[in-house]
C-alpha cells in the first residue's frame, strides 16, 4: 500500500510539474455554431518531407496576433513536433468576407532568406478549424475525383515575364471554403470541412492610402460573391519588397454529418492494396501452418511412438534425433541473464502493441485525436513494465538465478538507455536546425520521470514476484557434463539458419509496412488499424511457425543450443525490416541534408531494434513451449 501511495503521488507531482501540456487529450465533442459566432483558426507547424524538420509558423515573418497564445498539448503531439498556436485569421460563421487584409510585411535580408529556404524546401504551412486541418483540394485528371494534400505550400519557385532567372513567391492569398452542416430545427451548424485554395498576388493601393484593414486594393474586390484577382503579377520574394497577406472565406453548406467529416480525409489509401496485403500473409501463415502440422501430427508423432516403443521393448538400439540431447536440451545458454533482459523486454513491449491495437480499433485512438496514439504507447510502456520485470524474473529463476534486483535492474534500464541515447543524439542535431521537433525541457524531464518514477518500480514490482514464484520445473533432467555437438551441415550454420527464419515474418508484413511509413515521413493518415490488427495477428503465428519448424530441424540434428537461436530466428526480421527502410528512403523519399537522413535513420533504427526484441519473444516463447511439450512427451529414463 505505501508502494501505491508514493506512485500515486509520484504521478500527481508530475502532472503538477509538467500541467496538462503533456497529457491533456483535445475532445472531440462536436461544437454548434450560429450564424455570426467567432471562429478561430489557429496555426500549426511548417512540414516538408524533404526535410523531415517541423518548424513552428511564426518562425517565419507571418502575421501574429498581438498575443500569441500556445494550445494546450498532450505529449505525443510535442513529441511530433507540434506547435498550436492562435492566428490573425478570425471568421465569423456563416458570413461570407472577399479580400480581407491581414497586415503587411517588409522583408529585410534575413527574413527574404528565411522565406527563400522554406519555398526551397517545399515547406507546407498547417492550420486547424474546429481540430480539422486544413488541406488543398486537387482534381485527379483521369478520373473524376479529388484528393487532398495536408496544408498549403509557403510559396513557389519558377520563371515568369520570361526572365530565365529562377524567382520564388509566396502565397499571400487565402481563399478559404468552411463546409458545414447545418441542423434544421435549431438552425445551428456543424463544421466539416476546412479547405484553401493559395494564391500569389502582388497586392497594390493608391500610393500614401495605406490604413491598416481598411485600405483599399486595386487588385482584388472584397464586394465580390466569389475570390477575384485583379492582377496577374505573382509576389516575388525579394529583399526591401512589400507583401499585404490577405484572404478570402467562403461558406457552403454540406451534407456530411459531423460524425463523418474525417471520411474526406481518410480515404488517401486504397483498401484493395490493404486486402492483398492480408492475402499475402495469410498464403505464408498457410504454408508455415502446413508444415508444422506435419511436423507435429506426422513425423513428431511417428518419432514420440517410436521411442516409447523402444522403450518399452527395451531394445538396446542407439537413440537418434532430438531425443539424444534429452540431457542438454534445458541447459542455461551463456549469457543467460541478457536473454531473460531481452524477453522480459519483449514482453513489455508485446503488450504494449496489443493493448494499443485494441484502443485503436475500438476508436479511441482516432486521428482527430492528434498525438492520442504516441501518448497511449509511451504510457502503456511505462504501466508494462511489471510484465517485464515478471516475465524476465521467472525465466531467470528457471535458469538457477538468485539476485533477482540485479536482473530487474537491468530490465528496466537496458532497452530505454540504449533507446534514450540514440533520441538524446537527434534531439540535439534537431535543436541545432532551431525545429520546433526539438523535444524542450520539461518534455524531457516528464520522459525521464516516467522512465524512473513509474517504470522502473513497476519492473521490479514484478520481478519481485515473478521470482516469488516457484521455478519452472523442466520434463526432463539435465546431465551434468554437456554432450559435444557434431558437425553441422552447412545449412544448418546459426547464421545462415537465422537470417532464413527472419524472412518470413517480414513477408508478412512488408506491405503494410510500406504504408506506415507513408503514414509516418510523407503527411498522410494512418487509421485502418483493423488491418493492422489483422496483420500483427498473422506476425504473430508467423514467428511461432518459422521458429518451431526451424528449432525442431536444429533438434533433430543433435544441437541443442536453441535458447538464443530461437531468439534470433524470428528477431532476425528486424534487420530485413532496417534494410527496407534503407531501400524506401532513396526510392520514396527526396532527403537531401545530412541531418534530416541521421533523423530518419536514428528512428529508424530505434523501430527496427523495438520490433527486434518483439519478434525475438513471440519466437523464443513459441519454442519454449515446443521443447517443453516435445520432451514431456517420451518416456525417458
Known amino acids: 500500500m505505501a508502494f501505491l501511495r508514493s506512485l500515486a503521488f509520484s504521478a500527481v507531482l508530475l502532472l503538477l510539474i509538467h500541467g496538462a501540456h503533456c497529457f491533456y487529450l483535445p475532445g472531440v465533442a462536436p461544437q454548434d455554431f450560429v450564424k455570426g459566432d467567432p471562429l478561430q483558426v489557429k496555426v500549426n507547424k511548417l512540414t516538408s518531407i524533404k526535410t523531415q524538420l517541423p518548424y513552428s509558423y511564426y518562425s ?88 487532398y494534400q495536408l496544408g498549403f505550400h509557403v510559396g513557389l519557385k519558377g520563371q515568369y515575364s520570361g526572365s530565365k532567372e529562377e524567382k520564388f513567391f509566396i502565397h499571400n492569398h487565402l481563399a478559404f471554403t468552411v463546409k458545414y452542416h447545418r441542423d434544421v430545427q435549431t438552425e445551428s451548424s456543424r463544421i466539416v470541412g476546412f479547405e484553401v485554395k493559395p494564391f500569389s498576388v502582388k497586392h497594390e493601393y493608391e500610393q500614401g492610402q495605406w490604413f491598416e484593414k481598411k485600405t483599399r486594393l486595386t487588385t482584388c474586390d472584397p464586394h465580390a460573391k466569389h475570390t477575384v484577382i485583379n492582377s496577374n503579377t505573382p509576389q516575388e520574394v525579394e529583399e526591401n519588397k512589400e507583401i499585404i ?14 460524425a463523418s467529416r474525417w471520411d474526406a480525409y481518410l480515404l488517401m489509401n486504397d483498401d484493395q492494396i490493404h486486402w492483398f496485403s492480408i492475402v499475402n500473409s495469410l498464403m505464408i501463415v498457410l504454408f508455415l501452418s502446413g508444415m508444422v502440422a506435419m511436423i507435429m501430427l506426422r513425423t513428431l508423432y511417428r518419432d514420440i511412438a517410436k521411442y516409447n516403443e523402444l522403450e518399452t521393448q527395451e531394445e538396446a538400439q542407439e537413440e537418434t534425433g532430438w531425443k539424444l540431447v534429452h540431457g542438454d536440451v534445458f541447459r542455461p545458454p551463456s549469457n543467460s ?11 513489455q513491449f508485446f503488450w504494449m502493441v496489443l493493448v494499443t491495437m485494441m484502443f485503436a480499433i475500438l476508436g479511441f485512438l482516432s486521428p482527430s485525436n492528434r498525438g492520442g496514439l504516441m501518448t497511449a504507447m509511451l504510457l502503456l510502456w511505462v504501466f508494462m513494465g511489471i510484465f517485464a520485470g515478471y516475465s524476465s524474473a521467472r525465466l531467470y529463476k528457471m535458469f538457477k538465478g538468485s539476485d533477482w534486483k540485479k536482473i530487474s535492474l537491468r530490465t528496466a534500464t537496458m532497452f530505454p538507455a540504449t533507446v534514450s541515447l540514440i533520441f538524446f543524439i537527434l534531439n ?36 519481485y514476484v515473478g521470482f516469488k514464484k516457484p521455478a519452472i520445473e523442466n520434463p526432463v533432467k539435465t546431465n551434468k557434463i554437456p554432450r559435444q555437438i557434431p558437425e553441422q551441415a552447412w545449412y544448418m550454420n546459426p547464421v545462415f539458419s537465422v537470417l532464413i527464419g527472419g524472412i518470413l515474418p517480414f513477408g508478412a508484413v512488408f506491405i503494410e509496412l510500406f504504408f506506415i511509413l507513408t503514414s509516418i515521413w510523407l503527411n498522410q493518415f494512418y487509421y485502418i488499424f483493423g488491418f493492422l490488427f489483422l496483420v500483427l495477428l498473422i506476425l504473430i503465428v508467423t514467428c511461432a511457425e518459422i521458429t518451431i519448424v526451424l528449432c525442431y530441424f536444429q533438434l533433430c540434428s543433435e544441437d541443442y543450443l536453441w535458447w538464443w537461436r530461437s531468439y534470433l530466428t524470428s528477431g532476425s526480421s528486424a534487420l530485413y525490416l532496417f534494410l527496407y527502410a534503407t531501400f524506401y528512403f532513396f526510392t520514396k523519399l527526396e532527403i537531401t541534408k545530412l541531418v534530416s537522413a541521421i533523423f530518419y535513420f536514428g528512428y529508424m533504427l530505434i523501430a527496427s531494434y523495438a520490433f527486434f526484441v518483439v519478434t525475438g519473444t513471440i519466437g523464443f516463447y513459441a519454442c519454449l513451449w515446443f521443447t517443453r511439450l516435445i520432451y514431456s512427451s517420451v518416456k525417458i529414463d
Open 245 to 258: 497577406f490577405t484572404y478570402d472565406v467562403d461558406f457552403q453548406e454540406s451534407d456530411v454529418k459531423w
Open 428 to 463: 540535439a542535431l534537431i535543436w541545432g536546425q532551431k525545429s520546433s521537433g526539438a523535444v524542450p525541457f520539461g518534455t524531457m524531464f516528464a520522459l525521464v520521470f516516467l522512465w524512473f518514477g513509474i517504470s522502473v518500480p513497476l519492473v521490479f514490482v514484478g520481478g
Open 337 to 347: 541473464d541478457l536473454l531473460c533482459v531481452y524477453v522480459g523486454t519483449g514482453v
Open 60 to 147: 517565419l515573418p507571418y502575421c501574429a496576433p498581438k498575443k500569441i497564445q500556445d494550445s494546450a498539448e498532450n505529449l505525443g503531439e510535442v513529441l511530433r513536433g507540434d506547435r498550436i498556436e492562435n492566428s490573425r485569421y478570425v471568421f465569423k460563421m456563416r458570413e461570407p468576407e472577399m479580400c480581407n487584409i491581414v497586415c503587411k510585411i517588409k522583408l529585410d535580408a534575413k527574413t527574404a532568406k528565411a522565406f527563400k529556404e522554406k519555398i526551397n524546401d517545399e515547406y507546407r504551412v498547417n492550420m486547424i478549424l474546429d481540430n480539422l486541418p486544413l488541406v488543398v483540394p486537387i482534381k485527379r485528371n483521369d478520373q473524376d475525383s479529388t484528393v
